[in-house]
């Protein structure tokens, strides 16, 4: 992995991408949120699909992998952790910046941590969304959230919320999977494998190919699958930088109608092709996620590793980074990065697709089936 400087988005389109230092007062870590209970997994679900067209099959398939959980899904811990590292590592570094935790789905609400971080007397504040990669639900729909957040709240012209890049090719996002990457190929060559028995897949979520393709700025030429896939695939690149096993990019947890073009290959068919041609073991890498949630424990851990065990090869799925301390400390640096306005030179990047930009760009990550929606943090419209 090596920083690359010079091969910005700025550098790239000509357009100034980079703040200046604004003296933030709060972190905002904003998150998908998950049911707690039983009786929570319903009405969390109503709020995941409002006005999204998933067909009821697919709610109660989706339930079901809840209730197999208890009806608690592990992302909202997982968050609890990630602030109260977060709070250790700003402690450790001397920086006083609280951090309040809200989500789009559940409770505590993005509008419940903004309504706290008002009363504690907090008006500028710095948002980090817990997904990596431009697309509609991993961006621009933490961007809406907000501004509908603050207008919900009668908080709008009182206190401004701003929101760090997307964090897909930050050092610290990518680390944990290099090591988790390099683990399991090892591990697997200790025992027997070589390198062309094995195929590593780099997991990620599906969405309509649609959202896909109005992914990231229009004016990049990113094709079919957008800034997303494209990111993606860079990533997967920079993390097999010296290995020699081969490697693809496949997707996991499509929903919504089966008319609709979702991104493919799903991970379940890509295995069962890899074991017909002669495939002995996976290395699964879930580089879309930021923590172990239900689309990890569930499509991945339940899921693909049953379909490698039907087709008799081995497969192991490598960490998510978590509370990795590369990653906790990369969150922090994001946030100091637009505190200070660090030039685009000086921050860091694994692949030539970043840094990505501060303030999104007009019509980023547009959703073309369900319209317009104000959103901050972007230019406008
Ligand atoms: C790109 C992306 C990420 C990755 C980025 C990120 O990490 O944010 C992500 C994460 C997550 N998705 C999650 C859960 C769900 N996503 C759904 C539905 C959808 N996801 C979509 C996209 C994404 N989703 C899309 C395009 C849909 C279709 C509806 C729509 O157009 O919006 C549905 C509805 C039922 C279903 O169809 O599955 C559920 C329950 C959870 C929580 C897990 C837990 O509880 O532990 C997390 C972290
Ligand atoms: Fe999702």
Redesign the pocket.
């Known amino acids: 992995m090596s920083l690359v400087p010079g091969a910005s988005p700025a550098a790239a389109s000509g357009a100034e991408h980079v703040t200046e230092p604004v003296a933030y007062d709060a972190i905002l870590l904003a ?5 707690e209970g039983q009786d929570d997994v319903i009405p ?2 109503r709020n ?2 409002r006005g ?1 067209g ?1 067909p009821d099959e ?2 109660e ?2 339930a079901h ?2 209730r197999a959980f208890g009806g608690v ?4 811990d ?1 968050n609890r952790e990630l602030k109260a590292a977060m709070e250790a590592e700003l402690a450790r570094r001397g920086i006083d910046l609280p951090v309040y935790w809200g989500n789009r ?1 559940w409770e505590p609400f993005v509008t419940d941590a903004l309504r706290e971080a008002h009363a504690d007397g907090h008006t500028t504040i710095i948002a980090i ?5 431009s ?4 961006c621009r ?1 933490y961007r809406e959230d907000f501004a509908s957040a603050l207008s919900e709240t009668g908080l709008e012209g009182v206190v401004t919320i701003d929101k760090v890049r997307q964090f897909f090719d930050h050092p610290g996002f990518v680390e944990p999977f290099v090591e988790g990457v390099t683990g399991a190929l090892r591990d697997f060559e200790s025992q027997g494998f070589s390198a062309q028995d094995t195929h590593v897949l780099f997991s ?5 190919s649609t ?1 896909a393709a109005k992914s990231g700025p229009a004016d990049r030429g990113f094709g079919e699958g957008g800034a ?1 896939a494209a990111q993606h695939l860079a990533v997967a690149e920079a993390v097999m930088a010296g290995e020699s096993a081969p490697w693809s990019l496949v997707y996991q ?4 109608p089966p008319t609709q073009p ?1 991104l493919e290959p799903d991970i379940n068919d890509e295995i069962a092709r890899l074991a017909a041609t002669g495939v002995r073991a996976v290395v699964i890498v879930p580089l ?4 172990d ?5 569930w499509d991945l851990d339940t899921e693909a590793l049953e379909t490698a065990g039907e087709h008799g090869i081995a497969a192991v799925r490598v960490p998510t980074p978590g509370v990795h301390a590369a990653f906790v400390s990369g969150l922090v640096d994001l946030v100091l990065e637009r505190r200070d306005g660090v030039p685009v030179s000086e921050r860091p990047a694994v692949t030539p697709l970043g840094p990505w930009y501060d303030v999104c760009r007009p019509g980023c990550c547009e ?1 073309v ?2 319209g317009f929606k104000p959103a901050l943090a972007g230019l406008q419209p």
């Open positions: 998150s998908f949120g998950g049911p969390f679900l995941v699909t999204r998933i697919r709610l398939e989706v992998h809840y899904s592990p992302i909202n997982q789905n969304g817990t997904s990596a990669y697309s509609y639900s991993s729909q990620t979520h599906s969405i309509p959202d997303y947890s499509r929903s919504g979702w879309g996620f930021v923590s949630h239900m689309e990890v424990k959703n089936r369900l």
